[in-house]
């Protein structure tokens, strides 16, 4: 119940195991084609180009940052976390001028901060984190990317923890690249950095006066190895990672067949049942409220008195991996569970049992049951306001 690799569907491990072909096997032509035609449905971005290429999400942000960034380019990353503060480290490397505007721990930036820094020079390029892996924090890429728009700004959203798992409509919302890596909501081990960049994102990276310095992110190598797929005709850069594409390929598929818009409704119903189930154990969640916290993952501190290393462990003990903090500043003091992909209310339920029954082994004061209760009250009630509507 780690927040990725997460757990995955066994069709999908099945295609993991199947003999390797040959990337130009006509059936290999067809998945990758397919692959990359199923994205622009999980993003919403019909007119998007997509690219699929070995290598992890970070790989994701780094393509989009090599691409679009040039020497003294002005960036301007909006961290809520952990990876806010990688995705500037990147844009730095690229040689941009990059600003963060940081939100406190369990908080997002407001978005008047934001509009005052947009106003106060030309940037070519804003970040959003949509869900912080570290924090567990969701920030609306809305409204943000409404003001990207207004301020003529390049708009880059790091879905890695929220591509299938939160609402993202790339093109209606004027994203111009949405990335993520397969081992999140995606559901594929890991592996593939995924990523769908607008008509505009490809424009600017046109019309660049240098050339890309990161040979392996260049689109110019990319870019005719994705037509050609889509094409169905056969084309050679870097190996594709055979596999992993057969893989995504029938992932892509099992979330295609159950309508993306039905995923992202009921991954957070279960979110929303989820945390009434932790809060009824007095455990207190980092988001600092309802609206900003995410559906993929819920990060929740330790009680004060417990040790947190040993609450984990004892989880562990009726077979249930939970992950540990990540934000430097305070990573004793939370841990994280994921609740992305084809999560179910089952499995949340054993979460919450092995959760209560480690916490009362350590002492920690609630009324045992409580967490169920409050979990099954809350689905039956959003429920029965599904039957009625
Ligand atoms: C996991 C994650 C990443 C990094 O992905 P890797 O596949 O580990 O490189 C980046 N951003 C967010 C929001 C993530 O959750």
């Known amino acids: 119940m780690i927040p990725g690799p997460i757990e995955f569907e ?26 990359l035609e199923m994205m622009r449905d999980i993003w919403m971005a019909p007119n998007g180009q997509p690219f699929i290429v070995a290598g992890t999400g970070t790989l994701a942000m780094d393509m989009a940052a090599a691409n679009l960034i040039e020497r003294g380019d002005n960036a301007l990353v909006i961290s809520t976390g952990y990876f806010g503060k990688r995705f500037k480290d990147i844009l730095d490397r690229y040689g941009a001028n990059t600003t963060i505007l940081e939100s406190n721990v369990g908080e997002i930036v407001p978005i008047d901060a934001i509009e005052k820094e947009l106003s106060s020079k030309q940037f070519k390029v804003l970040t959003i984190t949509h869900v912080d892996t570290s924090t567990g924090v ?20 790091d879905g890695v923890c929220s591509v299938a798992g939160e609402e993202i409509k790339q093109e209606e919302w004027g994203i111009d690249v949405v990335l993520t890596g397969s081992q999140k909501a995606i559901g594929v081990p890991p592996g593939l950095a995924l990523l769908v960049a607008s008509q505009k ?16 992110s260049d689109w110019n190598n990319w870019l ?14 870097g190996t594709p990672a ?28 279960l979110a929303e049942a989820f945390r009434a189930g932790i809060k009824a154990l007095n455990l207190e969640i980092l988001p600092k409220t309802e609206e900003i916290a995410a559906n993929t993952l819920s990060a929740i501190y330790y009680p004060k008195d417990i040790d947190g290393a040993e609450l984990r462990s004892r989880i562990a003990h009726y077979n249930i991996i939970v992950a540990g903090g990540l934000l430097s500043e305070i990573k004793a003091s939370y841990f994280r569970i994921g609740h992305m992909g084809s999560v179910s ?7 919450l049992s092995a959760l209560e029954m480690a916490l009362l082994e350590l002492g920690h004061s609630f009324e045992s049951g409580k967490g169920l209760q409050a979990f099954q009250d809350n689905l039956l009630a959003s429920n029965e ?3 009625t509507v």
Not at 13 to 33: Q, W, Y
Not at 245 to 256: Q, R
């Open 201 to 216: 994102a490809m424009e600017v990276w046109e019309n660049r006066r240098t050339p890309v310095s990161s040979y392996y």
């Open 224 to 237: 005719p190895i994705m037509r050609a797929y889509e094409e169905r005709r056969s084309s050679y850069f």
């Open 10 to 35: 066994p069709e999908v491990l099945r295609a993991m195991g199947m003999a390797t072909t040959s990337h130009v096997a006509p059936n290999f032509i067809e998945t990758f084609g397919k692959s």
């Open 242 to 269: 055979v596999n992993l594409i057969v893989a995504l390929e029938t992932s892509l598929k099992i979330i295609g067949a159950e309508k993306i818009a039905n995923r992202v409704e009921k991954n957070k119903k």
């Open 345 to 351: 209310s089952n499995d949340l339920i054993s979460v």
């Open 138 to 157: 969701l920030v609306d890429p809305k409204p943000i990317a409404e003001l990207a728009r207004k301020y003529n700004v390049l708009c880059i959203l």
């Open 385 to 387: 306001k599904l039957s």
